[in-house]
C-alpha cells in the first residue's frame, strides 16, 4: 500500500488510544495506531471507517481487522445509530450490511446520500443475500460497492483502499 492512501487522526502515540465517542447509544471503541501502516490520507491522519452489522462477531471481526491494519475503525449494531455516526464523525468509508432490523442497509444508505454532510462518504454493502436486483437497487440507492457475504477482511479491505483512493482523487480535482 502506498504511504500516500495511509490512516486517519492527528496522534502521533504508538500505543493505542481509545477514541470513545461521547454518545452512550455508540457504545463503540476504536484504537489508533501510528506505526506507519494502514491507508494515510494526510499527514498523521488514518482513515476512519465505520462498521455497520448487526450481528456482533462480524462487526467485532471487520473491527479487529481494520484496527490492526492501523485504521480507526467504529462500529455500530443498526443503520438508524449509522447514519447519526456519519453525519457526526464523518468516516472515510462505510461498511454496511444489508439486512438488519429496522432500517435496512440500502435505506440508510439513500438516507446518507441525501444529506449534504455525508453524501460524498463512500458506502459499501454487504450482503449474504445476493439477488441481482439487490444489487441495482442498492446501487441506484446510491451504494459504491455491493459485496457478498463472506467477504475476507483483506477483499473488504481492498475495496475500502479503493474508494478512499477514488474520494481523494475527486477532492484534489476539485
Known amino acids: 500500500m502506498s504511504e500516500s492512501a495511509a ?21 463503540l471503541s476504536s484504537f489508533v495506531w501510528d506505526r ?8 498523521r491522519r488514518f482513515a476512519r471507517v465505520l462498521i455497520v452489522d ?10 479487529l481487522f481494520f484496527r490492526t491494519k492501523g485504521y480507526d ?8 445509530i449509522a447514519v447519526e455516526m456519519a453525519a457526526q464523525l464523518q468516516p472515510d468509508v462505510i461498511v454496511m450490511d444489508l439486512a438488519m ?17 455525508t453524501r460524498k462518504i463512500p458506502v459499501i454493502l454487504l450482503t ?8 441495482e437497487g442498492a446501487l441506484e440507492r446510491g451504494v459504491d460497492a455491493f459485496l457478498t ?3 475476507l477482511p483483506e477483499d473488504l479491505e481492498h475495496h475500502v483502499v479503493r474508494l478512499i483512493e477514488a474520494r481523494r482523487g475527486r477532492r484534489d480535482a476539485d
Do not use: F
Not at 128 to 135: S, W
Open 7 to 27: 490512516p486517519l487522526r492527528d496522534d502521533a502515540s504508538s500505543e493505542p488510544r481509545d477514541t470513545s465517542s461521547g454518545d452512550p447509544r455508540w457504545g
Open 36 to 43: 506507519g501502516v494502514g491507508p494515510r490520507l494526510g499527514a
Open 54 to 63: 448487526d450481528n456482533p462477531d462480524a462487526r467485532e471481526m471487520y473491527a
Open 73 to 80: 475503525a467504529v462500529t455500530a449494531d443498526d443503520a438508524e
Open 101 to 117: 432490523p429496522g432500517m435496512s442497509g440500502i435505506s440508510a444508505t439513500h438516507q446518507l446520500k441525501c444529506d449534504p454532510r
Open 128 to 135: 449474504g443475500h445476493y439477488a441481482r436486483a439487490i444489487q
Open 149 to 151: 457475504k463472506p467477504c
